[in-house]
Each structure stands twice: as structure tokens, then as C-alpha cells.
């Protein structure tokens, strides 16, 4: 099972950038699916989840209004567009993978860098 994460780099603030999390080994359509972050020197938050039936969406109160998770399950694969990046969305986002039923993230990709310069 392997997710990858991609569409990170360096941005203005005010930018957006759109990250992939494709999925390969599962099948995403029964995972309920979560995007984190990590910033230098702090622990990795929560940012935005998707349940497996996309029934239902949720985020964290710094990206309410700017980030927006959607799935397309035909490429098996979950955005995060983030738009209005600030100087404090810096941080490598990973993604997660949770199986139907599950209380623990099953699966996590590797990382990709988010730079937002001001």
C-alpha cells in the first residue's frame, strides 16, 4: 500500500496550490481519508478529513474558508486545494488513509513541502 503525496513548493502569500494524495494497493472509496501538516520544530495537526462516502467534510478552524478536501475516486485520489496560503501554512502535508470502520490512520504518505513566502 503506498500513498503519494504531491503538488507542494514555493508560493506567495494570498497563492494556492493543489496537493494530490493518489493511492495505489487500495482502494479509496472505503477509506475515510485526512491531510496533516508539520511545521519546523512542531507536532503534526490535524488540517481537513473526507469520510469514505465524501458524506461529510472537516477542518481545522486555521484553514476553514481558505482549504477544501474532495475525493475523485475514479483516479483514486484525494485533494487539498488551499487557497489564501499565509506565511503560517508552511509545513510538509501528508496524507492518511483510515479503512471504513477504522478509529486509527492506517495509512500515511511521505510528505511534500508547502513554502509560503510573504
Known amino acids: 500500500v503506498q500513498l503519494q503525496a504531491s503538488g507542494g513548493g514555493l508560493v506567495q502569500a494570498g497563492g494556492s496550490l493543489r496537493l494530490p494524495c493518489a493511492a495505489h494497493g487500495i482502494t479509496f472509496s472505503s477509506h475515510g481519508v485526512g491531510w496533516f501538516r508539520q511545521a519546523p520544530g512542531k507536532e503534526r495537526v490535524f488540517v481537513a478529513g473526507i469520510t469514505w462516502s465524501s458524506s461529510s467534510t472537516n477542518y481545522a478552524d486555521s484553514v476553514k474558508g481558505r482549504f477544501t478536501i474532495s475525493r475523485d475516486n ?45
Do not use: H, I
Open 74 to 118: 475514479a483516479k483514486n485520489t484525494v485533494y487539498l486545494q488551499m487557497n489564501s496560503l499565509k506565511p503560517e501554512d508552511t509545513a510538509v502535508y501528508y496524507c492518511a488513509a483510515a479503512r471504513r470502520g477504522s478509529a486509527n490512520w492506517d495509512y500515511w504518505g511521505q510528505g511534500t513541502q508547502v513554502t509560503v513566502s510573504s
